[in-house]
């Protein structure tokens, strides 16, 4: 595969952990829904091996229902990728609980799981990616995590590769690690789940493939850790 996109600490990470796969990050900006909904016929046809769909900034945002998120997920799936439903980062209301409760059920798709609500209904059930909304810096927290289900962890924006070292430093614990390999970091949300979010426009260019594609979505990078 053609990394070129990738800074050279990221190309030489990937090439001492092979496989890798490419992941899209959910959508971020409030985007109109027809918008979002060619946005992600394109992404159909994009070599990228898994798609994170769902609202994880801000559940007051009504452009998508969770009904046009399910059908994108069935379109995705059949184009051949792996799906993942993304669960809000804050519940705020009844109604986020009965949405994240349709989410953690829904008993087709993969889930990330951004607050502990949405753990507390996967712990023990099901197998779940726990999301970079979860703030694992340690070592002793990704084992917690792991000991409740998790198979992946997406590591925090904040978190710099001399602290990834660290929290894996001990050895395998079966699990895949992403991180955020190219673009602009997305702010983090700390003060509202309202907060504005900055990303670029980005030019991704994979082997056989140039694409430019004005994607308001993490781009990442998961690395299988066995």
């Known amino acids: ?6 800074s050279p ?9 092979l496989p890798v796969r490419i992941s899209l990050g959910p959508l971020l900006y409030y985007w109109p829904r027809d918008k979002a909904l060619a946005f992600y016929e394109e992404v159909a046809s994009l070599p990228v091996d898994s798609v994170y769909l769902g609202e994880t900034v801000c559940s007051k945002r009504f452009e998508m229902r969770m009904a046009d998120w399910l059908h994108i997920a069935k379109k995705l799936t059949d184009s051949g990728k792996e799906v993942v439903l993304s669960t809000c980062e804050l519940i705020e209301s ?3 609980l009965r949405t994240l409760r349709k989410i953690t059920s829904n ?6 799981a951004n607050d502990l609500g949405a753990v507390y209904l996967l712990a023990g059930k099901v197998s779940f990616i726990a999301g970079t909304y979860l703030n694992i810096y340690s070592r002793k927290s990704l084992e917690f995590f792991r000991g409740l289900g998790a198979w992946r962890w997406v590591m925090p924006i904040e978190l710099s590769q001399a602290g990834l070292n660290e929290v894996l430093r001990d050895g395998d614990l079966n699990m895949q690690t992403e991180v955020l390999a190219y673009g602009r970091l997305p702010c983090r949300h700390a003060v509202s789940p309202r907060a504005i979010t900055i990303c670029p426009r980005m030019t991704v260019d994979f082997a056989a493939s140039n694409i430019r594609m004005d994607s308001r979505c993490r781009r990442r990078m998961a690395i299988r850790s066995w």
């Open 9 to 17: 600490d990221v190309e030489m990470m990937a090439a001492r952990t």
């Open 107 to 112: 008993g087709e798709f993969l889930v990330e």
């Open 1 to 6: 595969m053609h990394t070129g996109c990738l």
């Open 94 to 96: 009844e109604s986020d």
